[in-house]
Nanobody
């Protein structure tokens, strides 16, 4: 029932921009914080950004602070990740996550979208 679908990934040159989307369904989206994570080959999945439910307070990993922006549209049940000044180190599969801990201990995940930053 719960579904998270990421989109917007692709190939971009260093210094370029992408906007990722995560469309949510099957739960009360506006009542939950939302998060973005990423995972590169051979590395553990790492936290990227989060946004709270009530006030929209944001938090970012140090590696993306100042370059990425997370925001949400509760009417559309969608959370976004605007990525600017992209670096090759940003290359990864990007996932959105909802903290639905009663379903799974780690919350609910989407299928991911590939971001490749290369010249």
């Amino acid at each position: 029932q719960v579904q998270l679908v990421e989109s917007g990934g692709g190939l971009v040159q260093p210094g370029g921009s992408l906007r990722l989307s995560c469309a949510a369904s099957g739960f009360a989206f506006s009542n939950y914080a939302m998060r973005w994570y990423r995972q590169a080959p051979g590395k553990e999945r790492e936290f990227v950004a989060s946004i709270t439910a009530t006030l929209g307070t944001t938090n970012y990993a140090d590696s993306v602070k100042g370059r990425f922006t997370i925001f949400r549209d509760n009417a559309k049940k969608t959370v976004y990740l605007q990525m600017n000044s992209l670096k090759p180190e940003d290359t990864a599969v990007y996932y959105c996550n909802a903290p639905l801990y009663t379903i799974q201990p780690g919350g609910s995940w989407g299928q991911g979208t590939q971001v490749t930053v290369s010249s």
